[in-house]
């Protein structure tokens, strides 16, 4: 048993794995930030009332959530003259910044109107009030949700593999059909899904700590 | 838009029977997958509630594993692992187990919460009647927490049926694998992925509103207070 195991652990196949670490925290470190700027502009667009904008923001939310993220991996890779893991990362990106944007309207509706009246009684243009009064408000009832979102991020990167990108997953299949036995099986699986784990766990403690940070805002 | 010619559309409808086997294939598994994932959300989410610490924990160890590692590895596991002991599932069978698990640990967290907003004091109200904890959960509790958890529940049955895609990844035959595989052999993607998206559209869009308006009426009638997330 410990010589099966020992050959996983050979450097070749560590680095083998390590690369597609790499390439699954490249996809969520820019489908994390993409979506987050232009799920905040959708949500501030559906928010604003504005007529135009607001039905173009609904639209583009409303298409996008009800699709599955492989259509759109499948449909991006066959129709845009992009390298798989960009043309993943894209269709990542603009399915999540859907949901950022619902998020970040709900996190807008839940301050209180009061704030508006005051903040353009006393001067302040529409922009003002929402960057610099409700925007943040908002932000930190948005935290919860966004992080439950983001992990859903670097969860969702393994689907990637669906357009050949070897991401974590693809890659531990590979080494899969190079070593097969049961305990090598479950030593290859076990690393993969603890290495999500430790993402995900990171990344929601990051959000705790982010909402606490912020909590002197509401008190 | 050559991508989009016509007679690559009428290639597809000609051979629309494919997409409509992968539609069923993915309503039967969707359908499947959605009543294990009641069955172990409900079962987890009052264990999450229960007063046992030991039913708490393995409840919290259920969904922290699952939530935090993908569908995809999760997946895979099943796909890869049964046959090492000599378990030959039908791949849909692996996608109703998958999905089930998976989308269960979800299910588990809305039931909790659903659990968690009928006051406390209705428990302790049938407990000193002389109803059992599960009598009191079946007969007081969860009649109640139903109406609560219907919106939130609603919305992981669409998330559940957009994530049945994932048959597509082990040739389970689903809508997304029938699509795929068809513009895979004729090269007319366009039109296949824009049917498809529209099929999962006109599925999951009514649900989604659906749920959102139920989700309006339980705020409504429970005096704003917005509970299960």
């Known amino acids: 048993m410990m010589e099966e195991l020992a050959v996983l652990a050979q450097w070749h196949n560590v680095r083998f794995m390590a690369e597609g670490l790499l390439i699954t925290l490249r996809i969520s470190f820019f489908t994390i930030v993409f979506s987050f700027i232009l799920g905040t502009l959708l949500g501030v667009m559906r928010y604003s009332g504005h007529r135009l904008l607001a039905s173009l923001a609904a639209v583009y939310i409303e298409s996008f959530r009800a699709s599955p993220l492989i259509l759109l991996i499948l449909l991006f890779r066959f129709t845009m003259p992009l390298k798989p893991v960009n043309s993943g990362t894209l269709a990542m990106t603009l399915f999540t910044a859907a949901i950022v944007g619902e998020i970040v309207r709900g996190g807008l509706n839940s301050v209180d109107k009061g704030q508006w009246e005051a903040a353009r009684s006393q001067g302040f243009t529409w922009w003002q009030t929402m960057r610099h009064i409700v925007l943040p408000q908002a932000l930190r009832k948005m935290i919860p949700p966004l992080t439950g979102q983001f992990i ?15 991401e974590l997953t693809g890659k531990g299949v590979i080494i899969l059909g190079q070593h097969g036995s ?7 699986f076990g690393m993969i899904g603890l290495i999500y784990y430790i993402l995900c766990l990171g990344l929601n403690r990051l959000g705790l700590w982010q909402e606490r940070r912020m909590s002197w805002l509401t008190m | 838009m050559d991508r989009f010619a016509a007679f690559k559309w009428q290639a597809l409808f000609r051979d629309w029977h494919i997409l409509l086997e992968g539609l069923g294939r993915t309503a039967s598994t969707a359908g499947l997958a959605l009543l294990l994932a009641l069955a172990l959300g409900v ?17 919290r160890l259920y969904v922290n594993l699952i939530q935090n590692t993908p569908l995809v590895t999760q997946v895979f596991f099943l796909y890869y ?13 692996v996608g109703v187990l998958g999905l089930g698990v998976y989308h269960g640990a979800y299910v588990t967290e809305v ?11 209705q428990l302790e109200a049938a407990l000193s009647q002389g109803f059992s904890y599960v009598q009191a959960m079946r007969y007081v509790i969860l009649p109640q927490a139903a109406q609560i958890v219907l919106p939130p529940m609603t919305n992981q049955a669409v998330a559940l049926i957009k994530n049945s895609s994932i048959l ?17 052999s004729t090269g007319y993607y366009g039109p296949a992925y824009l049917t498809v998206w529209a099929i999962y559209f006109a599925i999951c869009f009514p649900l989604a509103q659906l749920a959102r308006r139920w989700e309006e009426r339980v705020r409504l009638s429970r005096g704003g207070e917005v509970t299960a997330a």
């Open chain 1, 152 to 166: 859903t991020v670097v969860k969702d990167t393994s689907y990637v593999w669906v357009v050949g990108v070897q």
């Open chain 1, 182 to 188: 049961t305990v090598q099986f479950f030593a290859i």
């Open chain 2, 43 to 59: 079962l987890f989410g009052v264990l999450a509630t229960a007063p046992w610490r030991s039913g708490r924990a393995v409840s």
């Open chain 2, 81 to 93: 692992l049964l046959p090492h002991f000599d378990i030959m599932l039908p791949t849909p069978v």
């Open chain 2, 111 to 121: 039931v909790r919460a659903g659990i968690q907003a009928i006051h406390r004091g």
């Open chain 2, 168 to 184: 597509a990844m082990i040739s389970g035959g689903d809508l997304m694998f029938q699509a795929d595989s068809w513009s895979a």
